[in-house]
């Protein structure tokens, strides 16, 4: 399906000189002078090769058409992430690059959605948001009150995250899956 490259998003599946690329990240870039453009760094389906492509806002690409599946994550194995279908129990295993950064926020039993091209997984979407907890947070430093300071913290997976200064260790926090950055303060 014809598609304007503006409409390209992170996990999009673009047909290029008869190769599936998964795109990874897309940015608008506005120059100077001279049109819009948009950058967009993607990875070969079949071959795991990473490229960077500019396009330009208007032009047309092809978007390929993927089913997409609910899947229960079980298990890590190494490199290996398994995942199960609740309808049918049948299981899936999925390399952590397809996954990519995001897999740092995988816990037992989360649903995510798996989009696969002729049975073959392509991409791995986790949902927005997970809660975590913080296992190391920096004390708060005396006159660091203005609104925009953050300090660093740590949380349960091992990935860094910067804070607002009034969270402490053991506080559960909200963190975007996409980038791993704060949110708020998980409810209780």
């Given at each position: 399906?014809?598609?304007?490259?503006?409409?390209?998003?992170?996990?999009?599946?673009?047909?290029?000189?008869?190769?599936?690329?998964?795109?990874?990240?897309?940015?608008?870039?506005?120059?100077?002078?001279?049109?819009?453009?948009?950058?967009?760094?993607?990875?070969?389906?079949?071959?795991?090769?990473?490229?960077?492509?500019?396009?330009?806002?208007?032009?047309?690409?092809?978007?390929?058409?993927?089913?997409?599946?609910?899947?229960?994550?079980?298990?890590?194995?190494?490199?290996?992430?398994?995942?199960?279908?609740?309808?049918?129990?049948?299981?899936?295993?999925?390399?952590?690059?397809?996954?990519g950064y995001p897999a740092a926020f995988l816990q037992d039993g989360m649903v995510c959605t798996i989009r696969t091209y002729e049975?073959?997984?392509?991409?791995?979407?986790?949902?927005?948001?997970?809660?975590?907890?913080?296992?190391?947070?920096?004390?708060?430093?005396?006159g660091q009150t203005a609104s925009s300071s953050y300090k660093p913290a740590k949380m349960e997976n091992g990935e860094r995250v910067?804070?607002?200064?009034?969270?402490?260790?053991?506080?559960?926090?909200?963190?975007?899956?996409?980038?791993?950055?704060?949110?708020?303060?998980?409810?209780?």
């Amino acid at each position: 399906m014809k598609v304007n490259a503006i409409t390209i998003r992170a996990g999009n599946v673009l047909e290029q000189e008869g190769k599936l690329w998964a795109v990874l990240k897309s940015e608008i870039m506005q120059p100077g002078k001279g049109a819009a453009v948009i950058q967009v760094e993607m990875r070969d389906v079949r071959t795991g090769t990473k490229t960077n492509v500019r396009y330009r806002t208007q032009e047309a690409v092809e978007r390929v058409q993927l089913d997409e599946y609910e899947y229960q994550f079980l298990f890590a194995d190494g490199n290996l992430l398994t995942f199960m279908n609740n309808e049918t129990f049948e299981q899936i295993t999925v390399e952590k690059d397809i996954v990519g950064y995001p897999a740092a926020f995988l816990q037992d039993g989360m649903v995510c959605t798996i989009r696969t091209y002729e049975g073959k997984p392509i991409s791995v979407e986790l949902p927005d948001s997970v809660i975590m907890t913080l296992i190391e947070a920096d004390p708060v430093v005396k006159g660091q009150t203005a609104s925009s300071s953050y300090k660093p913290a740590k949380m349960e997976n091992g990935e860094r995250v910067m804070v607002p200064p009034h969270i402490e260790n053991g506080t559960r926090i909200v963190v975007r899956t996409t980038d791993g950055t704060y949110v708020e303060r998980a409810k209780e």
